[in-house]
């Protein structure tokens, strides 16, 4: 799996629509690819956040933001990886 394949499937992952052998093939990039793992991580919590507070059904606002969010991030992560 590539870093793109992972970026697109995270959507997916999001929308909490994924498929429990992909997950798998996502554990296997993340042990070996820190830029993902740092961006996956971050979205766990967000995640975790927000369903403290009860709130199951993601607002298509926050869905977009987080989306969106996510690609910065993980953008930023890659290039300062790459710098290193
Ligand atoms: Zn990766």
């Known amino acids: ?3 793109e394949d992972l970026l697109r499937m995270l959507n997916d992952y999001v929308d909490q ?9 996502f554990e296997v990039h993340l042990k070996g ?3 993902c793992k740092v961006v996956v991580d971050t979205i766990r ?3 975790r956040l927000y369903k ?3 709130v199951y059904e ?3 606002e926050f869905h977009d933001r ?3 969010t996510l690609r910065d991030r993980w953008k930023k992560t ?3 990886n790459k710098e290193n």
């Open 17 to 25: 629509d994924i498929d429990p052998g992909i997950c798998t093939d």
């Open 1 to 3: 799996m590539k870093c």
């Open 33 to 35: 690819c820190n830029p």
């Open 45 to 47: 919590k967000t995640i």
């Open 78 to 80: 890659m290039d300062e």
């Open 66 to 68: 987080l989306h969106q």
């Open 58 to 60: 993601v607002p298509i």
């Open 52 to 54: 403290n507070d009860e």
